[in-house]
Structure formats: structure tokens, C-alpha cells
């Protein structure tokens, strides 16, 4: 008897998402697909707007990373007015580069405390009423306030420069529109009303370490669950190190040739290309060179790990070098090495944050610059999830004709297909009956992607799960919830 | 000195100047009457938006066209006043594109300023969506006449130096909208064509390159209102018993999950509440369907296919309070920019016209496991009762905190002014 296996809804950003899982007669997979169950259409109903808007609006494709949305967006945006990168006044570029960098440390920070650390403390096995962070909080409240701290300051670094926590603006066409007060500053250095970021740093390393325990005891584990070769994308500066905010586009395949050599983010659409698929409406981007089959991408802390020659702050940086030693320098194909360098990540944020608040240029007052007036701006930044992409063309008058969004979730679309079908073929296949723990291992698999579909519901990581089981004749058959 | 008469406003007596405009012998006596298309400079008054209406003598009429006269009888704060005024700004938000997210005039819009101080957090009216042209042609601004309020400021304000009319009314009843002169619009200085953006009191109309230059927290309206109790809610009895722990669900619909990261911004609070509340269906846990009636329900998002109606069916078939959280709960927010669009045009966009699109590519996603997507976005009152409104996108993280405690606890609160926005 043939069986479809539902899970719905796996929560996203945007909506739901949700996964079948086709069994044949004997039990064994055929298929499996995450599908994306949303679609809200931005690319078009932009159109027609003032690009200036662009930055704003933009952002709420999400709430989570807005900040990536908004200056991804600016980037695009300053071409328009004729402003490359490099062309912004320092203080524009370090103010976007705080604001950008406070982001990816608040939304790794959500991403490890409030959503991946119950299944790392607890087991996937463990009771559904276990896997949150109220119960993270309750066994072990010195982690989940450290947890929730250090998010808050993420937030608060991006209400500083931006006015609000979530969807608050502070790029504008060709700079910023304010700057960081001295009283601003100190508020992230003194330690007096917030913990500082000294402080930001010591947890970052602890929490790091924290994973490095966790990896001695269960590398099997991490080094086995959802593993597969893949593509792996993200930005490098020019000498060749981790860059979140600007650089060149690198890509390499599952055993660290270059496919994609370091070329100007302007140039993205004549390398990739997108497909379609009837069964989902999220797309499918990959290199045009490789091919649909071989040529897509995983991006975020995983991949860029695997693709910079080096982090550019030194703790960091000492960090990704015990990360890289357990695979002797070979491309890490294992998805659940995901978390250890999202915190990775986390401590290179700390840092640069650190450098960022002591550099005086901070608080300067040249904060716009003009040029000469294009038609076609293209903005990419590594944003916590990573490599997004913003394009948009006007015509003359300033009104959007064009709009092209290619978000970080979009590339790892494949990843998480593959990473699904492997929990399917490994976990469920010839199973005969669905336990808790099995779908909790499919959402494991989706959510150390940290998917931007979780940038909805799946924030607070618990994916409430609904599996369905249908004869060959459609009938339910068996139900099963995760409560 | 002119000549000072009588008159009675809410049933005080006062004493004021014979002939002064009713508006400001009001303002002058501290009582408030809100208005939009009202200056002081433009005489004679406008008249067209009647936000200011009033029971002068009697009757209904505009405070603003009215000039004190002997023994004036006037009612502003009464509680049909008061709701006939929020139902007018409430129509202008429901007859306009007004998607305040987007609106880089937010912050300084009269109408937003309105919103505020009239309470509105929803509108009883349903949203036109008219599909209404953004005008690129002016040489200097951009006519967004989504955002127009026909209050006719800018018509009778707006002129070269030479006297010229800028703006004109165009055709009539609900097909009017302000046409521009493009030939006397590039005639005005820079200075000039400023001003003609800030007479407007909405974000119609647009300056290029003088965008987004006050920061939030820093704007217009973040800080001022004219209401010395704004958004106050009745007192209730201090509680003499322990708090019973009360039951909440959540859930993302068509939403950016910005409104569930806002309800994490109470930070370390947290731990406070969840002593106090506990969390069912909920991203914040595993629960998929309701195990016991839930006491309250915060529905982020509002409904974009099919999938996110019937959860939110099953949220109101399942709470006693239901609370739409955020713009696009409340409104439909900035998604619902694609409802003057058909979909079909928003599919194929993204699918088959795509600048990374695969040459020939003929798939637009269609499957059975997909949901449908809906003809346009719709808020969820459109759909379900929705008992409360939070506003804000998001909402601020103690408003949405100090709302859900009153509404299960009838706690006493006051929403601070800078907590209350639309964007």
C-alpha cells in the first residue's frame, strides 16, 4: 500500500511550510519534498514605487532579519544614485556595518537559544514539552538568560542606529541618516545599564565552547545526521576573509573546487539561475555552469566557514581553526555542523561590534553622499541565513520597473530537500510507524538551516508538527500529533 | 481691543474674542478639536475633511468654519462627537492606500496624528484597494495619490510666484483626485516645493532626495499628543487574589513574524511571564492543536491563501479573546499592497519573468500540497470576530504586554504615546 506521510505545518518566516514523505507499498521512500506554502509576491507589487521607498518596505519580507532586507535594499539603492560601496562616507559605512553586525549577533543568538539548544540539551527523543526554551530556562537559567541577553543586545544595537528594535530605518539613498552619539556609545561600553561587550564577547566564547563539549561527545552524531556533498556559497573580502556586509561572491562544490572565483556581486545573474517546481513556491537557485542538478548551494555559517581562507577578528578566527581541524581542512558536508559556526559567527559579531563602538569615525557627521544618477542597483549581503540578493531597475524617473529578490533560504531550498529526504530514507523508510521522534528529526534536519521559513513560526523552535498518513486511495489512515 | 462675548463649550462658560475662528477661541481655551485640513493661515477655511465636527448650537457642523458668535452653544467631547470624528479618519484609511510601513512620511502624517489621537487601532469600514497610479511626472516631487485625502490644502495653498495654482481638483464625487500642473510645478523653487510637501498632512506628496530624515523616536509625532490621558483605560480594582495562570496561543499567519519578535522583546521578562501564562499552539511550542480552551489568542499576520483562513477559523473556534497583533492582522498590511494587482501578474512575476529565470521556464507552483493562494490579502476581521486591535509594525513590546495583562487580568495600564504606531 502506497503512503503519503504529512508534516504540516513545519513553520517559516512568511507561513507555513510543510513536508510529505511518499512511502511504496513495502515501506520504503520514494520521495519526499519540503514544500513552501506561501507566496506573497513583492517582486511585482513594488513596482511602480519610488525606489527610495525600497530599504523600508522591503524589510518586511521579515522580522527576524530585517536588517539584512533593509540594507541589502540600501546597497542596491546607492548605485541608483550613483554610490558604490567604497564611495559611502566611513561613518555611513561603519554605522551600516554596526547596525548589520548587531543583527546577525541578535538573530544567531535567537536561532541557538530559543530554537536549536533544546534539542541539543534535551535529545531529539525527548518530550515535546521538553524542546523549549521555557524548559531550557527552567534546567538551566544562567544559559537561557545569557541566551536572552545577549539577543537584547543585539536589538539594542539596531535600535540605537536604526530607532527601532525591528523594522527601523537608518540607510538612505547614498549614506545614513544619523550617526552614534557619544552617550549612545558608552551605553555598549560602560556596562552600566546593560551588560557590555566585553561581556558579549566572554559569553560568546563560553557558549562556543559550550558546542565544542557538545562536539566531543556526539561527533558521530554531528558529523553523520543529514550529512551530503553540496555546493557551498557566501562573500569574501579581497584577501579572501569572512566578510557579512561586502565583498565578492565565492563558491565552491562538495570537495572545495572553486566554481564561482570571487566575482563582483553585480555580475549574480550572469552565474545563477533559478528553477521552479510545481510542488513549491519557494525557487531553486544554482550556478549556471554546474548545472540545475549539481550546481546549487548551500550559504550561511556552514558554508562560509568552508569558503573563507580566514575569519578577519582573531578570537574568531583561532575558533575556525579548531573548526576546520576535525575535517583536516576538507569541505564540512555535515548539516549539523551548522550550529557550531553559526557561534562561531556569533563571537567574530562580538568582536567586530567591539572595534566598531572604539572606532571615533563612528560618530561623524558626513553621513550622504550624491553621485551620478543609474538605472540598475544590485545589493548583496551576507545576511544571518546567508547569501542575499536585492535588484532592482528603475526608469528615469525614479519608479521601480524591475525587482529581483533571491533570499538566503531560497539558495539552501535544495539543502533542505536533500537534508529532509535523508531523514526520510535513514529515520523513516521501512519504519512502519511514526513516532515523535522521527518527525522531530525532520524538523532537526530543516532547522539547523535555520531557514527564513522559521523566520516565522519556527523562530521560537518548536515546529509544531501534524503527520498525516493516506492510503493509496487518499483515505487517512493514521494521524499523529506532536503535542 | 475687540469685543468679548459668550459662549459655552461642553458646558463651560467661557469668554472670548467676537468672531474668532471656533477652532482656536477653543485651543486657546485648552480644549482640543481635531482637525486635518485645518490651517490657520488658509482663509477662508476648508472645511473638507470634518474631522473637526461639533454639535454647535445644536447641530452638526465643522468647528473650522465657524466664527464665535454672543451665546454660542458648543459640544466637542461627547461620546457620539467622539466617535463620529475616529469614524471619518477611519473612512479616510479605509478610502486610501494608506499602508503606513511603507510611508516615508510616517511620523510627521496628520493623518497617522489623527490615528493616534482619536484611539484608532482599527477600522469598522472595509479597505477599497483602488488601484491608484503613483504620478513619476512632476519634475521635482512624486504625486502618490494612494495616500490623498482630498483635503484640498495643497490646491488652495500651492501657488508659483506669480500666483499660478500648482494643484486643481479633477473630476468629480469618488472619482476626484488632485491633479498637478507639471509646467507650474517645475516653476517652483526647491523651498516652494517643500512647503507643498509639508501643507500636505499625508505622504501624498513626495520631494525626491528629501526622504527619511528623522529618525524614529525623533519625529513629528513620536512624542507630541495634545491628549493629557492618551489611550488611558479605565482603572480596574486592585486585584486582592493571586493571579490565576491564564492560557495563551499564537500564532504567524501572512506575517514577517516581526510582531512574535516584539513579544520577545520584553527580554529577560519573559521568565516573569511565562510564571503567569501559559503558552498552547504556539511557535513557542510543540502543541499543534488545542487541548483545552485557550484564554487568549494573538493572531500575527493576516490571510493570504487558504491555509492561513482556516487556522485562523480554528484560533477563534478555540479562544475567548481573539487579538489581531500588528499591522497586517489588523489592516493586512503591507502585503496587501499586491490587492490592486492581479495575482496572476504577482505569479508570473516571480516565476516566469524573473531576471535569474530558467530560459522557456513554464511552471507557476500548483500542487496539492500547496494551498491556494487568495484573490488578495485579507485582515483577519475580514475573515473571523476579532475581539481587540493592537496596531504597529510591530507593535511595541509593553504595549502588546501591557494590552494582553489588561485583557486577562483587567489590569490598569496606560499605553505611552511613543508606544502606540502604525509602522
Known sequence: MNRKIMIDPVTRVEGHGRVTIHLDEYGQVKDSFFHIVEFRGFERFIQGHPYWEAPVLVQRLCGICPVSHHLAAAKAVDQLVGIDPKDLSPTAILLRRLMHFGQVFQSHALHFFYLASPDLLFGMDAPAEKRNVVAVAVEN??????????????????KAVAGKKIHGILAVPGGVHKTLTEEERDYFLSGKQIENI??????????????????????????????????????????????????????????????????????????????????????????K??????????????????????????????????????????????????H????????????????LLH????????????????????????????????????????????????????????????????????????????????????????????????????????????????????????????N | MSKMINITIDGKALQVEEGKNLMIAARENGIFIPSLCYYEHIEPPLGSCRVCSCKINGKFGPACTEKVTEGLTVEVNTPELTDTRKALVEMMFAEGNHICPACEKSGKCDLQHMGYELGVSSTRFQHLFKDRIIDFNPSRMVMEHNRCIK?????????????????????????????????????????????????????????????????????????????????????????????????????????CFGCHMSLLDIDTELLDVVELVSFTKSPLTD???????????????????????????????????????????????????????????????????????????????YHE?????????????????????????????????KAVKNLLWGEEYSILYSEFKYD
Open chain 1, 141 to 158: 537559567r544562567e544559559l537561557a538568560i545569557k541566551g536572552i541577553t545577549m539577543r537584547k543586545f543585539g536589538q539594542e544595537i539596531i
Open chain 2, 151 to 255: 483635503c484640498m490644502r495643497c490646491v488652495v495653498d500651492v501657488l508659483t510666484s506669480d500666483g499660478k495654482r500648482v494643484f486643481t481638483y479633477q473630476n468629480r464625487g469618488n472619482e476626484t483626485f488632485v491633479g498637478i500642473d507639471y509646467e507650474q510645478e517645475a516653476r517652483l523653487t526647491e523651498e516652494e516645493a517643500i512647503n507643498a510637501m509639508k501643507i500636505c498632512p499625508t505622504g501624498a506628496i513626495i520631494i525626491r532626495g528629501v526622504n527619511q530624515s528623522e529618525p524614529f523616536g525623533e519625529r513629528k509625532f513620536d512624542l507630541q499628543s495634545s491628549q493629557k490621558d492618551y489611550n488611558k483605560k479605565t482603572a480596574h480594582k486592585k486585584r486582592t487574589v493571586p493571579m490565576e495562570k491564564k492560557i495563551v496561543a499564537t500564532v504567524s499567519l501572512a506575517g
Open chain 2, 287 to 365: 502543541i499543534k492543536k488545542f487541548n483545552n480552551r485557550c484564554h487568549i489568542g494573538l493572531i500575527e499576520g493576516g490571510c493570504c491563501n487558504s491555509e492561513n483562513v482556516e487556522t485562523l477559523r480554528y484560533f477563534r473556534e478555540n479562544c475567548d479573546i481573539l487579538v489581531a497583533l500588528g499591522e497586517c492582522a489588523v489592516w493586512g498590511g503591507l502585503p496587501t499592497m499586491r490587492n490592486a494587482i492581479p495575482l496572476s501578474e504577482c505569479l508570473e512575476e516571480a516565476y516566469l519573468n524573473s531576471v535569474t529565470s530558467e530560459p522557456g521556464n513554464t511552471i507557476v507552483p
Open chain 1, 289 to 338: 555552469e554546474v548545472g540545475r542538478d549539481k550546481g546549487w548551494n548551500r550559504v550561511g555559517p556552514l558554508a562560509r566557514m568552508n569558503i573563507c581562507d580566514f575569519i578577519t577578528t582573531p578570537l574568531a578566527e583561532k575558533e575556525r581553526q579548531a573548526f576546520i581541524a576535525f575535517t583536516g581542512k576538507k569541505v564540512n558536508n555535515s548539516t549539523m555542523y551548522s
Open chain 1, 359 to 482: 572606532d571615533p569615525a563612528l560618530m561623524g557627521n558626513d553621513l550622504i553622499r550624491k553621485g551620478t544618477p543609474r538605472l540598475k542597483g544590485i545589493g548583496i549581503i551576507e545576511a544571518p541565513r546567508g547569501t542575499l540578493t536585492h535588484h532592482y531597475e528603475v526608469d528615469e524617473k525614479g519608479m521601480i520597473t524591475r525587482c529581483n529578490l533571491i533570499v538566503s533560504t531560497t539558495h539552501n531550498n535544495d539543502a533542505m530537500n536533500t537534508a529532509v529526504k535523508w531523514v526520510a530514507n535513514n529515520v523513516i523508510s521501512r519504519s512502519g510507524t511514526i513516532t515523535d521522534g522521527m518527525l522531530n528529526q525532520v524538523e532537526v534536519a530543516i532547522r539547523a538551516y535555520d531557514p527564513c521559513l522559521s523566520c516565522a513560526t519556527q523562530a521560537m523552535g518548536k515546529m509544531p508538527l501534524h503527520a498525516e498518513v493516506y492510503n493509496h486511495l487518499g483515505e487517512l489512515i493514521d494521524e499523529k500529533h506532536k
Open chain 2, 369 to 401: 500540497d500547496l494551498p491556494k493562494i487568495l484573490d488578495r490579502v485579507y485582515a483577519c476581521n475580514e475573515i473571523v470576530k476579532i475581539d481587540y486591535y493592537i496596531p504597529g509594525c510591530p507593535p511595541d513590546a509593553n504595549h502588546i504586554w
Open chain 1, 198 to 287: 566585553d561581556t558579549m564577547i566572554e559569553w560568546s566564547l563560553a557558549i562556543v565552547n559550550f558546542m565544542k563539549d557538545y562536539h566531543a561527545k556526539n561527533r558521530k552524531f554531528l558529523d553523520e545526521f543529514a550529512a551530503f556533498p553540496s555546493g557551498h556559497l557566501g562573500m569574501v573580502n579581497q584577501e579572501g576573509g569572512l566578510d557579512l556586509y561586502d565583498g565578492r561572491l565565492r563558491a565552491i562544490d562538495s570537495d572545495g573546487n572553486i566554481t564561482l572565483n570571487d566575482i563582483s556581486t553585480d555580475l549574480y545573474q550572469e552565474y545563477f539561475s533559478e528553477a521552479v517546481a510545481q510542488w513549491s513556491y519557494m525557487k531553486f537557485p544554482y550556478l
Open chain 1, 340 to 355: 557550531w559556526a553559526r557561534l562561531i559567527e556569533v563571537l567574530h559579531c562580538a568582536e567586530v561590534i567591539r572595534d
